[in-house]
Nanobody, 121 residues
Framework: QVQLAESGGGLVQSGGSLRLSCSAS????????MRWYRQAPGKQRELVAD???????NYADSLKGRFAISRDNAKNVVFLQMNSLKPEDTAVYYC???????????????WGQGTQVTVSS
């Protein structure tokens, strides 16, 4: 089994910053893509950012320039630095990872429990 644990959410004023972290643990051989999604009330879950095992990032077009994804492969951690936050960024942010697990060496998709980000105006 693999567990993903997010942290770093909270309440911040418009224009502020937050840094989310997601740590993966368990029967991990390696991790391919790591992603951040978010889901606002009444809306579908949407992809925020993705980062490959080699460190190549991709972002939702609307978030380029404000958000930055990074990872520490040695610690199996992915980060999301969020700057210039807006009230419309308010959502539950979820971590997702494509994990090659031991001992089968098969890839599975795992999700964290989510962390709430609230941006006040």
């Amino acid at each position: 089994q693999v567990q993903l644990a997010e942290s770093g959410g909270g309440l911040v004023q418009s224009g502020g910053s937050l840094r989310l972290s997601c740590s993966a643990s368990g029967n991990i051989f390696s991790i391919n893509d790591m992603r951040w999604y978010r889901q606002a009330p009444g809306k579908q879950r949407e992809l925020v950012a993705d980062i490959t095992s080699g460190g190549s990032p991709n972002y939702a077009d609307s978030l380029k320039g404000r958000f930055a994804i990074s990872r520490d492969n040695a610690k199996n951690v992915v980060f999301l630095q969020m700057n210039s936050l807006k009230p419309e960024d308010t959502a539950v942010y979820y971590c997702n990872a494509l994990v090659i697990t031991r001992p089968t060496l098969r890839e599975f998709s795992y999700w964290g429990q989510g962390t709430q980000v609230t941006v006040s105006s």
